[in-house]
């Protein structure tokens, strides 16, 4: 895990009142990391000077992804230009793209013969596309040298950028994830740099632009939503035709991030479950511990059949 200390990794959140973490339930507790399988993954990682998501920002899974060599890659540097109230990215001004990162990525993917890859980033509100010919040139080089791996992608807003979202998606990522967080009631004070409405026109916009792409964006709860708050966001992505919703419980990373409000129950999980059923998704990953890529390979696996049946009953 990184060494950085908190008050040089958050420092926008050095003044913030302290909120005691609270001690995790049973339901959502993890056995530290300490197989071969995860040793390797972190080698390869290290060798090639990338960053991961599952280390940044401090994910419970990262002992079971990489012992599995799954890892999702984090580009354009580990410097985040926002302060969400929930991540533990570090934040601050980002040091200028490494031209050599999408090489780097695609030669990390073909080392450990990935059949799926998530690739995902920091804000980078600095650049011009908010990097979005980053992520296509990454995408480029990781078909060029793993043909057969798919690709998904969980991207940033971009600020709403000019040509961004169409740059990304015409390198032809599988899945187009974009996280929607939370309810939009809790924006001001969770995720005050980005907008709601935002979020939610970029993942219209990408199916527009290519309906035969999947979309995918994953939802937080714990920090003070109301269950019909939750119903009310599905109901929006639908409008939206994104394919794919994750629901998983928020974790607070240090005191200075934003307090847990409660530690929602498995079985309101499942209920969550239901409910997205119900309105239409593709597929619905609803549990404590999930995550956007958690268990994304054998999930993309189970959305392209869910598809394919669809299809059928429509033509039939």
Known sequence: MTSVPERLRHPEKRNNPDNPIQRKPDWIRVKAPTSKQYSETRDIVRENGLHTV?????????GECWAKKHATFMIMG??????????????GQPNPLDPMEPVNVAAAVAKLGLEHVVITSVDRD?????????????????????PGTTIEILTPDFMNKDGAIETVVEARPDVFNHNIETVPRLYPTIRPGARYFTSLELLSRVKKLDPTLFTKSGLMVGLGEEKQEVAQVMDDLR?????????????????????????VTPDEFDSYATLARGKGFLMVASS??????????????????ARAVQSAVSAG
């Open 126 to 146: 600095d650049l011009a596309d908010g990097g979005a010919e980053h992520f296509a040139q990454v995408i480029g080089y990781i078909r060029e040298m793993s």
């Open 239 to 263: 409008a939206a035709d994104v394919d794919f919703i994750t629901i998983g419980q928020y974790l607070q990373p240090t005191p200075k991030h934003a307090a847990i409000d409660r530690f």
């Open 78 to 91: 580990d410097t985040c230009t926002r302060a969400c109230a929930f991540c533990n990215v570090a934040t």
């Open 288 to 305: 404590p511990l999930t995550r956007s890529s958690y268990h994304a390979g054998d999930d993309f696996r189970r959305l392209r059949e």
């Open 54 to 62: 599952c280390e940044e920002a401090g994910c419970p899974n990262i």
